[in-house]
């Protein structure tokens, strides 16, 4: 898969693009891009997404902007393993931001990426203010003749519309098995493990302390989770333990979120590796002991309990 952070050289060969954040990639994300490539493959075209870094609320409304379900590596990741040929990453600042709907199309879709079949949403919007819209874009291809547009409706499962909003709601309120049945898949954050203050291994249960670019992660708490290691030989593939993702109220006075994972029957050192976590089941909340004692004690049940998780599904 081909990764392009600007649209200032023409594009050669003819695109079949869809557009949006496609945050998460759930299924209703997947529907499009499953229908991109067919279009793609029919016409003999690349099949491209285009997406925005950062998120244009995130730049226009920070304070109001929704939390990230996926990082843009995350994102990139997935969408390699969907078969997507090309991504398109426009810088959204304010220059991207001023420009007209109808530059939009003619300079950036046409004349830069060659785009021949475009896939949006029924309420897609877009150019300066959101001018720009479904009729706009069917006007503009019926009228040059140039590119084909289709319209994608709403993705549904059992009656629920499958979404961001939803998804993020699921997993705030610790609906691990909601978020994977809109999802497709476990909900997960990925990141490479750093060194941390070791706290947990003095306490008689080592972690690996796992960086991850999620400013503000959908989900806090205590978890049963299964880790995949992608890139090193060395490791299991599959991995089962216990997840902390919170700020440690018991042995810290920081709102700073530490995503910090227990692996069962583990014992290597992995600095430096590359981890994907999937959240399966949420055990409980993140909460502040009056002693060391007492929270080694919920560790251990957390562990327990994590366990008879495991052995259960």
């Not at 600042?93 to 785009?115: E, G, P, R, W, Y």
Request: glycine share 6%; charged share 20%.
């Amino acid at each position: 898969m081909q990764v392009f952070r600007s649209t200032a050289t023409r594009n050669k060969n003819p695109l079949a693009l869809t557009i949006g954040n496609f945050d998460g990639v759930h299924l209703g994300h997947q529907a499009i891009l499953e229908r991109l490539k067919q279009a793609a493959n029919r016409l003999q075209l690349s099949a491209c997404i285009m997406i925005f870094e950062p998120h244009p609320r995130e730049f226009l409304t920070p304070n109001q902007s929704p939390t990230r379900l996926t990082s843009l590596r995350e994102k990139l990741e997935i969408f390699a393993e969907l078969g997507i040929d090309r991504v398109q990453i426009c810088h959204f600042n304010h220059s991207f931001a001023q420009i007209s709907a109808q530059s939009f199309i003619t300079d950036i879709l046409l004349k830069q990426l060659n785009v021949r079949w475009l896939l949006v949403g029924d309420d897609f919007r877009f150019g300066a203010k959101r001018m720009g819209d479904v009729s706009l874009l069917k006007a503009h291809s019926q009228q040059a003749n140039q590119f084909e547009v289709e319209v994608m409706a709403d993705f549904s499962i059992n009656h629920i519309r499958v979404s961001s909003t939803a998804i993020r709601e699921a997993l705030s309120a610790g609906n691990m098995v909601l978020a994977q049945q809109l999802l497709g898949r476990p909900y997960s954050m990925s990141g490479r493990i750093v060194n941390g203050e070791k706290l947990a291994k003095q306490l008689g249960f080592p972690t690996a302390n796992i960086h991850f670019k999620h400013n503000r992660p959908p989900l806090q708490g205590i978890f049963a989770v299964e880790v995949i290691s992608r890139a090193s030989s060395k490791l299991p593939k599959v991995m089962q333990g216990v997840a902390s993702l919170g700020v440690r109220p018991t042995t810290h006075n920081s709102n700073k979120l530490i995503l910090e994972v227990h692996l069962f029957d583990f014992d290597q050192e992995i600095y430096g590796q590359h981890l994907q976590v999937n959240f399966l089941h949420k055990l409980r909340d993140e909460e502040k002991y009056a002693d060391l004692e007492t929270l080694i004690e919920q560790i251990k049940q957390d562990i327990i309990n994590a366990k008879n998780y495991f052995r259960l599904h």
